[in-house]
């Protein structure tokens, strides 16, 4: 597939790495905000969107879940990307040299054991790629940023350390979103569906919506909640599961689902990625 596809963040983020990975085929187009990201495909200057929505370290990207309902885009891929996470700077400085990195609120305090290991505070950065970038145009040279190592390649910066996150299992998960939807698609493995719901106000109601999709074999491998325009009273779930909506026991768990919810809608049905990936 050729075309753009829309991430937030620097040339050299994560989010342009899964780019890169997805869809090398297409021209990465970054943008300052997930609603510009949205908003590229939703005005046609982009055929489709990468959006992060979780980290294994950190969690789920909490913005994406408020969007992604009234996105008007539809879900037709996943991507998951390692987060093997350098430590650059200008060509020659060396690693005692750098006592202040900067990087993304979220970055900083998955290496924290190596920075202080090694001494070195952490300065918080509106983007990581973005913080290379800086070092890079104003050759500060005793500075280093916290990034991935294909930032480095693109800002001619040196790698002074590799994989310096706490945890070697830190994974990020990105959906790629787009104008149209295809519940024709199959894949060769199993098929994942994504749908927003809210329950009815009735005793039990989330339990009782539940049930129909343990009776049914239908594997849930995500059920998220949170809050509908600012109210405690309203409550939103975002789901995964296992399965396509054409699936008998998947058709038998939303008859059941529809007669404790409301407002029940089918965001994307797309191939499985392994969860070892």
Same mark, same amino acid.
């Given at each position: 597939?050729?075309?753009?596809?829309?991430?937030?963040?620097?040339?050299?983020?994560?989010?342009?790495?899964?780019?890169?990975?997805?869809?090398?085929?297409?021209?990465?187009?970054?943008?300052?905000?997930?609603?510009?990201?949205?908003?590229?495909?939703?005005?046609?200057?982009?055929?489709?969107?990468?959006?992060?929505?979780?980290?294994?370290?950190?969690?789920?990207?909490?913005?994406?879940?408020?969007?992604?309902?009234?996105?008007?885009?539809?879900?037709?891929?996943?991507?998951?990307?390692?987060?093997?996470?350098?430590?650059?700077?200008?060509?020659?400085?060396?690693?005692?040299?750098? +006592?202040?990195?900067?990087?993304?609120?979220?970055?900083?305090?998955?290496?924290?054991?190596?920075?202080?290991?090694?001494?070195?505070?952490?300065?918080?950065?509106?983007?990581?790629?973005?913080?290379?970038?800086?070092?890079?145009? !104003?050759?500060?040279?005793?500075?280093?940023?916290?990034?991935?190592?294909?930032?480095?390649?693109?800002?001619?910066?040196?790698? #002074?350390?590799?994989?310096?996150?706490?945890?070697?299992?830190?994974?990020?998960?990105?959906? #790629?979103?787009?104008?149209?939807?295809?519940?024709?698609?199959?894949?060769?493995?199993?098929?994942?569906?994504?749908?927003?719901?809210?329950?009815?106000?009735?005793?039990?109601?989330?339990?009782?919506?539940?049930?129909?999709?343990?009776?049914?074999?239908?594997?849930?491998? +995500?059920?998220?909640?949170?809050?509908?325009?600012?109210?405690?009273?309203?409550?939103?779930?975002?789901?995964?599961?296992?399965?396509?909506?054409?699936?008998? !026991?998947?058709?038998?768990?939303?008859?059941? #689902?529809?007669?404790?919810?409301?407002?029940?809608?089918? #965001?994307?049905?797309?191939?499985?990625?392994?969860?070892?990936?």
């Amino acid at each position: 597939m050729s075309g753009k596809i829309t991430f937030q963040g620097e040339f050299g983020s994560y989010s342009h790495q899964a780019c890169q990975i997805a869809r090398p085929e297409m021209e990465a187009v970054p943008c300052r905000t997930f609603e510009d990201v949205i908003g590229g495909v939703v005005s046609g200057r982009a055929e489709l969107a990468m959006v992060p929505v979780e980290n294994s370290t950190y969690g789920r990207v909490a913005d994406i879940h408020r969007l992604l309902p009234d996105s008007g885009l539809h879900i037709v891929d996943e991507e998951f990307v390692r987060v093997h996470i350098c430590l650059m700077a200008m060509p020659g400085v060396t690693l005692d040299a750098i +006592k202040l990195v900067r990087a993304h609120l979220v970055l900083l305090p998955q290496c924290r054991r190596f920075l202080d290991r090694h001494g070195i505070e952490g300065e918080v950065s509106a983007d990581s790629a973005g913080a290379a970038a800086d070092i890079a145009a !104003n050759k500060e040279v005793n500075v280093g940023a916290l990034a991935s190592e294909i930032a480095a390649d693109i800002y001619g910066l040196d790698v #002074l350390a590799r994989n310096i996150e706490d945890e070697d299992t830190n994974t990020t998960r990105f959906l #790629l979103m787009s104008r149209e939807q295809d519940h024709s698609r199959r894949g060769d493995g199993q098929m994942m569906t994504s749908f927003i719901f809210q329950v009815r106000n009735i005793p039990a109601a989330l339990y009782k919506a539940m049930g129909g999709f343990a009776t049914n074999g239908v594997n849930m491998t +995500k059920l998220e909640s949170y809050m509908v325009g600012g109210s405690f009273s309203a409550t939103q779930f975002y789901a995964d599961i296992v399965g396509h909506p054409e699936d008998a !026991n998947v058709i038998r768990a939303f008859e059941e #689902l529809d007669h404790f919810t409301t407002d029940m809608r089918i #965001l994307g049905v797309y191939p499985c990625v392994p969860r070892d990936a």
